[in-house]
């Protein structure tokens, strides 16, 4: 993803603008706390033969981690089917759009405007385009009007 943002076209704009950049890196950050990629190493926990058992993965995930993962698959079912599996090849597994486009089974030099039309796709489900917002879900949970009240503390 960095090497797309610094690199130009012909006419010499950016290969992603700044929004599908930080779009790519909100899923691909998204993607690594939610624990979603294979282990490469060993588990050297001692009790870990011991504690673990087939379906209980989810379980083990920290809050964190499983925040992480509902925002991936919700950023990525923004995206589509078609555009999903660039989205994880390219942002989350940090594939080259040539090795993208060969594990995708994509024409030659497609992969560009492939990774650009899904990118836009992950722009406009976070909301970092800067156009008109209003259709916005709300961020609080009061009804149109509502008001807290203020109470005063009683003397102890």
């Known amino acids: 993803m960095s ?9 010499g704009r950016p290969l992603i ?22 282990r490469v190493t060993s588990s050297w926990d001692p009790a870990a033969g011991a504690q673990r058992s087939g379906g209980h993965v989810q379980a083990e995930l920290s809050d964190g981690a499983l925040c992480a ?9 923004a995206a589509g089917p ?17 090795q993208a486009e060969r594990l995708l089974d994509l024409p030659q030099r497609s992969g560009k405007a492939v990774l650009g039309l899904a ?7 976070y909301s ?14 009061g009804a149109s009007g509502y008001r807290p009240e203020i109470q005063e503390l009683e003397d102890a």
């Not at 970092?128 to 949970?141: E, M, T, V, Y």
Request: charged residues 30%; glycine residues 4%; proline residues 1%.
């Open 3 to 11: 090497w797309l943002r610094t690199r130009k076209d012909k006419l």
């Open 17 to 38: 603008t700044d929004e599908q950049f930080m779009a790519g890196e909100r899923l691909r950050i998204d993607f690594e706390r939610s624990m979603l990629s294979q």
């Open 69 to 77: 993962r509902q925002r991936f698959h919700l950023a990525m079912d």
């Open 82 to 98: 078609e555009l999903s599996s660039i989205l994880y090849q390219v942002c989350c597994l940090a594939a080259g759009l040539e």
């Open 119 to 125: 990118l836009n796709a992950l722009v406009r489900h």
């Open 128 to 141: 970092l385009s800067g156009q008109d917002r209003s259709n916005r879900r709300p961020f609080h949970w």
